[in-house]
Each structure stands twice: as structure tokens, then as C-alpha cells.
T-cell receptor, first 112, second 117 residues
């Protein structure tokens, strides 16, 4: 079973616009990560935010974490057609030997 | 740049046949994972190895699935017999031992797309 859900399931925007994806999880976490997956390919790690952090930036990516609401968001600014992909959040539960539990993903389409 | 290697990339097999997937992690990565990803969903962990030892196989259907990492390097995932519901992408990933700096980032291979007919 999957740890959490992502919202929206699909998002379509114009190039240059910002894209925001949300993730909810169920248990206390050690950290939360975001991954990207191009169609038919493996996943690529984007960014990791620890449970004691509230916001993190990496290039055009901004991630926030609200542990009280068990939720995270990923913002991609100034989107490009090449950002078209599926985006997954993955959480590492506190005190668990298991590594990551992935959400269901958001399919982002950036129209040129 | 080092990558996780997987083969084959695509596999078509008939129901009740045996199928095997191979994964070679990034050199020096002690932890290896096998995931199954059904179309439209996120990856689900099947088995996690630390060196040659299994540390989590709670989601592995052990009646038909087996995994090994005999020398703590490359790994094989086997399904016997394959069922129609096994059609999915099988992803391998590796990471540094969490104790080595606490890195949790996982590096994924390109996956094996399995179709069972």
C-alpha cells in the first residue's frame, strides 16, 4: 500500500507558468523526497527535505513541508516543456527500517 | 556519471512461465531495492538488501517471487510462475548505506517493462 496521495493527479500548464503539486502522507516521517519520472524511464531524485525543515530551494524548485498537516508541496517556477513528467513524493517513516514509500504521483504537462 | 544498470529493458512472457530480471547498482552502494510500478501508480517496494542480506521483503509475494544478491553487488529478481497481474515496470534502485553520511537519496535504473500474456 502507498503512504500518501498526491494532488492533483494531472496538471496541464503553459510554458513559463508555475506548477504546484501537493503531497499528503500518513505517519511521522524522518524526511520527504521528491522524484521525477519521464515516461517509461526510471525515477530521478530532485530534492530532500528533513522533518525539521519547513522550506527548501533547489534551482527552480521550492519544496515546503508542514508536519502538523502531514503534507508537502513542490513548486516548479517558470516551467519549461522539458519539465513534462510524472512527479512523486516519497516519505521515509520515522523509526522504520524500510526506506521510502511513494505517493501516487502527479502527471505534469507543460505546453509550449 | 555512474548509473544503475538493468536488463532486459523489455520482457514479454506467457502466463505460468519463469522470468528473471538483473540489476547492477552503482559501485559502492551497499543498499539495493527492487520496486514494482503499476502503470499510473507510484513504485511499491518489493525487497530491500543491505549488502547481501535482506532487510525488508514484507511486500514480496514469496510464493512466486524470489530475490538474491549473493555477493552483495548485483541482484536478480525472479518470478515463477508469472501471472497476468504481474505485468508492470520493475525498477531497481541503489543508495549509499544510510550510516555513511545519512544519505537517503535513491538512484534508479531505467526499469524492466514486463508484459505477461
Amino acid at each position: 500500500s502507498q503512504q500518501g496521495e498526491e494532488d492533483p493527479q494531472a496538471l496541464s500548464i503553459q510554458e513559463g507558468e508555475n506548477a504546484t503539486m501537493n503531497c499528503s502522507y500518513k505517519t511521522s516521517i524522518n524526511n520527504l523526497q521528491w522524484y521525477r519520472q519521464n515516461s517509461g524511464r526510471g525515477l530521478v531524485h530532485l530534492i530532500l527535505i528533513r522533518s525539521n525543515e519547513r522550506e527548501k530551494h533547489s534551482g527552480r524548485l521550492r519544496v515546503t513541508l508542514d508536519t502538523s498537516k502531514k503534507s508537502s508541496s513542490l513548486l516548479i517556477t517558470a516551467s519549461r516543456a522539458a519539465d513534462t513528467a510524472s512527479y512523486f513524493c516519497a516519505s521515509k517513516a520515522s523509526g522504520s527500517a524500510r526506506q521510502l514509500t511513494f505517493g501516487s504521483g502527479t502527471q505534469l504537462t507543460v505546453l509550449p | 556519471e555512474a548509473e544503475v544498470a538493468q536488463s532486459p529493458r523489455y520482457k514479454i512472457t506467457e502466463k505460468s512461465q519463469a522470468v528473471a530480471f538483473w540489476c547492477d547498482p552503482i559501485s559502492g552502494h551497499a543498499t539495493l531495492y527492487w520496486y514494482r510500478q503499476i502503470l499510473g501508480q507510484g513504485p511499491e517496494l518489493l525487497v530491500q538488501f543491505q549488502d547481501e542480506s535482506v532487510v525488508d521483503d514484507s511486500q514480496l509475494p514469496k510464493d512466486r517471487f524470489s530475490a538474491e544478491r549473493l555477493k552483495g553487488v548485483d541482484s536478480t529478481l525472479k518470478i515463477q510462475p508469472a501471472e497476468l497481474g504481474d505485468s508492470a515496470m520493475y525498477l531497481c534502485a541503489s543508495s549509499l548505506h544510510p550510516g555513511q553520511g545519512g544519505f537517503d537519496e535513491q538512484y534508479f535504473g531505467p526499469g524492466t517493462r514486463l508484459t505477461v500474456t
